[in-house]
């Protein structure tokens, strides 16, 4: 299986479980950090429910032309 199916099968379990999502389109995807070694312990800390929220500079957004996210956006974080 590559990623791409693998977030796929993930957001369709979701779907099953939470029908109001059904109009939704599969979110964006990424993991914490740029290294595997923190990515995964952030993840970790996630599942785990300890880590509850993260943020991104205004600064990011402006220089990479990118839209702000917005309360009730969804995410699908990976290891």
């Known amino acids: 299986m590559n990623a791409r199916s693998d977030i796929?099968?993930?957001w369709n379990r979701f779907l099953s479980s939470n029908p109001d999502y059904s109009t939704k389109t599969i979110?964006?995807?990424y993991y914490f950090f740029d290294n595997e070694k923190d990515a995964d312990e952030?993840?970790?800390l996630v599942v785990k429910d300890i880590k509850k929220v993260t943020a991104?500079?205004?600064w990011y957004f402006e220089q990479h032309n990118e839209v702000s996210p917005k309360a009730g956006n969804l995410a699908i974080v990976t290891d």
């Open 8 to 10: 796929e099968n993930f």
């Open 42 to 44: 952030c993840a970790d």
């Open 56 to 58: 991104t500079s205004l």
């Open 27 to 29: 979110p964006p995807h």
